[in-house]
């Protein structure tokens, strides 16, 4: 399978612990985006890498998320002091050098409870 | 800024019956629209996308969508539904930075939920 991989793909977790997430996009896409997906609603857009540049983020990564991507090629998502409001959907996509008409390639995700 | 809305928390519709699952947006300068499939704890899947020319777009799936300026939209059509179209639908949008320059992200409705009956 060549797509985008996401591990874990379930954690489950209690309030205030530490949570990384993994991506692998496509192996020749340059460009990576996180989404947060909650029940009911669209994907939130958290961050963009171009490469290994974090281009990108949005008002709804608290200082308590950090992502990287120092490789150019797989990234991490760390949620520190989890809160209960952090049980989402964390979504990984990566897209190819087609600019602004390009569509994103989706993981299938990180589901992400923290009691 | 850039936004879509989908007017349509659900969209029931029974098999071998066309499809419509409506989207209509707002951009400043040109639009560039994208329908995805979610199926339960999965993640999304690119159907199609419109950027320029045709204003009726073929996807995946015997999908399609119909691009009209006038009115805004981009609704998402298909001449038969089948049980296993049943899915969450999100229609989406490039956003562009006012100040111009390069933003690459899509900005996601809140999706339609369709259900196929057979």
């Known amino acids: 399978d060549t797509g985008v991989s996401q591990d874990p793909r379930h954690k489950i977790t209690k309030r205030g612990q530490n949570v990384t997430f993994r991506c692998d996009p496509i192996?020749?896409?340059?460009?990576l985006y996180w989404y947060r997906q909650t029940l009911g609603q669209g994907p939130e857009f958290l961050t963009y890498?171009?490469?290994?540049?974090?281009?990108?983020k949005s008002r709804l990564l608290s200082d308590r998320f950090s992502a990287e991507r120092p490789k150019g090629s797989f990234s991490t998502l760390e949620i520190q002091r989890t809160e209960q409001g952090d049980s989402a959907m964390y979504l990984c996509?990566?897209?190819?050098?087609?600019?602004?008409?390009?569509?994103?390639?989706f993981g299938e995700g990180s589901r992400l409870t923290v009691l | 800024a850039q936004s879509v809305a989908q007017p349509e928390d659900q969209v029931n519709v029974a098999e071998g019956n066309p499809l419509t699952v409506k989207c209509t947006y707002s951009?400043?300068?040109?639009?560039?629209l994208f329908w995805y499939v979610q199926y339960p704890n999965r993640g999304l899947q690119f159907l199609l996308k419109?950027?320029?020319?045709?204003?009726l777009v073929k996807g995946s799936y015997g999908f399609e969508a119909e691009f009209n300026k006038s009115q805004t939209s981009f609704h998402l059509k298909k001449p038969s539904a089948l049980v296993s179209d049943s899915a969450l639908y999100f229609c989406?949008?490039?956003?562009?930075?006012?100040?111009?320059?390069?933003?690459?992200?899509?900005?996601f409705g809140t999706g339609t939920l369709l259900a196929v009956q057979p």
């Open positions: 989406a949008v490039r956003d562009a930075p006012l100040e111009g320059g390069a933003t690459n992200k899509l900005i």
């Open positions: 890498f171009q490469n290994e540049a974090q281009l990108e």
């Open positions: 419109y950027i320029t020319g045709d204003n």
């Open positions: 996509a990566s897209s190819s050098g087609g600019g602004r008409t390009g569509e994103l390639f």
């Open positions: 192996s020749e896409h340059n460009r």
């Open positions: 951009v400043s300068g040109n639009p560039y």
